[in-house]
């Protein structure tokens, strides 16, 4: 079975036409570079290919699977001119198994003595979180413990949360030194904000903490939360440019690399 993907694999990428400029990767909105990690591939080199994917983007394994079928790399993707475009998002499926099998994690700075919460594991909250523990800023989210979780998020929510890619993902953030909380909607009023720098609002279901803490600390709100589920490229869009908004807040600057 594994042969034959890497046989399909291999041929996928054999199609790809290594465009300078690539439209495919300026496509994404979540900045995945595919052009990078299929050019790797093209020279055998997987686990490169893997590195270069979860440098672009730690969530990348989410896009692979959440953008299978509406591909905006794939849509741009100039090879479309001359037979059918690349299969990016299999591309991506296939290295995220691999990234299951080493220990590499993307590159961050020293901490700079800010914490920050997130309230929300989503797609917005994960990617809010990345971006700001990149920048040194330390992170804690906090979700909801499953009953309060199905009382408050319909049932796709929960069977998505429960999914193989997405515990990838909640695996790899967790390795990457973020933390994650499980609370009940009563717990949620009883958390300190003492040594709370700011916080995001990933959830419309945390709204309610936000009303009655906003006044002693700076609150930001994912794109998430205001336009309702969206597809995970954009979340990780919305998600960054929120984490950039906090940085800015807190350091004057929006990337300290
Ligand atoms: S646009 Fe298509 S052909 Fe060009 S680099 Fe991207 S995947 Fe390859």
Known sequence: MQDILDITIKEEVSRCLLCYDAP???ACPAANRPDKFIRALYF???RGAAKLMLDANLLSGICAQS?????YCQGACIRKKIDKPVNIPLIQQYLSQLVEQMEYLP????TVGKNVIIFGGNTAGLAAAVYLQQQGIAVTIYHFKTPQIEQNINLASLRRADSKYMQQA???????GIEFKQITMNEIDNI???DIDACIIASKEYSKWLQKNDK???SFVTGELLTGPDNDAFAVKKGRQTAQAVCKYLLGREEVV
Do not use: G, I, R, T
């Open 24 to 26: 495919c990767s300026k």
């Open 107 to 110: 590159e961050k700075n020293e």
């Open 44 to 46: 055998q080199n997987k």
């Open 216 to 218: 002693n600390m700076a």
């Open 67 to 71: 953008c299978a079928e509406h591909a």
């Open 192 to 194: 300190a904000n003492d």
């Open 170 to 176: 909640y695996n790899l953030v967790n390795k990457f």
